[in-house]
């Protein structure tokens, strides 16, 4: 373990004097375990968050068809608050004397979700693909609102049930773009079409 340089003073130019995985005492009042926890937890949003961001801007970047340009934006839009939220957990990381993650190797490494392949698929692979990696993120999300309430870190908490809104949001929004056309449909229920005509989708997206 490397040393605690900076604070015995007889650090050299160029060394760590904070490993990531160390948490000092923070200033704003939460002792060092629930810090450590909290931490820790949060890395895993920030490097999941980044993972998450790259897969949906690849998306963003390949979307094509009649509809492109709603798609087209519409992940976008998503990849940016994403985005922003990974640069909200690593700053209150901070907060609690912690270090954010960071490097693309460490992102991989710390993520709890995994990106698609580097390869081209069909639009609603790719957006069931998107669906099913958010769903992860929100499974996440949930559990660390347990954490963060029961901590009694009553700002974390809030930000997180906004984050775990915006999700739902964007699932139920590539969720309707997975559907018929319900004025096109051949039955009464398109809803069950979808899942009749593309199991695989089905299955992905678990509806």
Known sequence: M???NHANGNGK????????????????????DTAKKIVDDFNTHVASSIVLYHQIKKHHWLVRGPQWKQIHLTLDEYADEILEQADFFAERITYFSGIP????????????IKSEAPDLYDLKKMLANDIHA??????????????????????????????IGLREKFCHELHFLLEPDELAADTLDPHKEVLLADKAIAEIVAL
Not at 101 to 112: D, I, K, P
Not at 151 to 162: C, K, R, Y
Request: avoid cysteine; hydrophobic fraction near 35%; charge should be negative.
């Open 2 to 4: 490397a040393q605690n």
């Open 13 to 32: 130019l160029g060394e760590s004097y904070q490993t990531r995985a160390q948490v000092v005492p923070n200033p704003i009042g939460f002792d060092l």
């Open 101 to 112: 993650v960071a490097g693309l190797n460490t992102f991989e490494e710390v993520s709890f």
């Open 134 to 163: 958010t769903k992860e993120t929100l499974g996440k999300l949930r559990e660390t609102h347990e954490l963060t309430d029961e901590a009694n870190d009553f700002f974390d908490t809030s930000q997180i049930e906004n984050f």
